[in-house]
């Protein structure tokens, strides 16, 4: 079955202690990207990446680090999470950066304490 | 800035009859528009997308129309069914990335 997993699905975590959210994706999709998910915000683009080893910062990418090792895996670090990073994370891929349908991942809901 | 605008928060609507989204976009150069559901708990999932050259797509009850002098696109849901309710993301693609709106919750009323 065609998926993009993430985990984990829910996550609570002190200030300040580094954690990584798993992306993975079974589609041989080229691109990947980060989202996340705030009340009245909508969904917001924190990284994406285009191909191995090609990544480039979305719309809010302070606080992130990603990597693209290899094509199936986007994983998204947060070195030093602070509150305002609680959120819903989606990570979403599709075939080529200019494919109109992206598939998202269930969601990671993260609350930093 | 927001360059994509949804400024419907919520949005009711009897079942059986048309729903109406609304979606509006100030960049110019965005080159495909999409709309996407989200159900609690899920990941949102692909619905429509409409490229920048036409002004109308089809599919089944779903269609999205796009006017590009007004820079506005909409999503008809005809008709109206229970499992249409969820939170509508309008989305535009262009410049590499794929930017949403801050999403339409759609409750279908029995």
């Known amino acids: 079955e065609a998926q993009v997993t993430q985990n984990p699905r829910y996550l609570i975590t002190v200030t300040g202690k580094k954690l990584t959210v798993t992306c993975s994706q079974n589609?041989?999709?080229?691109?990947m990207s980060w989202y996340r998910q705030d009340p009245g915000l909508g969904l917001r683009q924190i990284y994406y990446s285009m191909n191995v080893e090609v990544t480039d910062k979305g719309d809010v990418p302070e606080g992130y680090k990603v990597s693209r090792k290899e094509k199936r895996n986007f994983p998204l670090i947060l070195e030093s999470p602070s509150p305002n990073q609680t959120s819903l994370y989606f990570c979403?891929?599709?075939?080529?950066?200019?494919?109109?349908?992206?598939?998202f991942g269930q969601g990671t809901r993260l609350t930093v304490v | 800035d927001q360059q994509v605008k949804q400024n419907s928060p919520s949005l009711s609507v009897q079942e059986g009859r048309i729903s109406i989204l609304n979606c509006d976009y100030t960049?110019?150069?965005?080159?495909?528009f999409l709309w996407y559901k989200k159900y609690p708990a899920e990941g949102p999932t692909f619905l429509i997308s409409i490229s920048s050259i036409k002004d109308k797509n089809e599919d089944g009850r779903f269609t999205v129309f796009l006017n590009k002098s007004a820079k506005h696109l909409s999503l008809h849901i005809v008709p109206s069914q229970p499992g249409d309710s969820a939170v509508y993301f309008c989305g535009a693609f262009g410049n590499e990335k794929l930017t949403f709106g801050t999403g339409t919750r759609l409750t279908i009323i029995p």
């Open positions: 979403a891929s599709s075939f080529s950066w200019g494919a109109t349908e992206a598939f």
């Open positions: 589609m041989n999709h080229e691109y």
């Open positions: 960049n110019s150069m965005f080159d495909y």
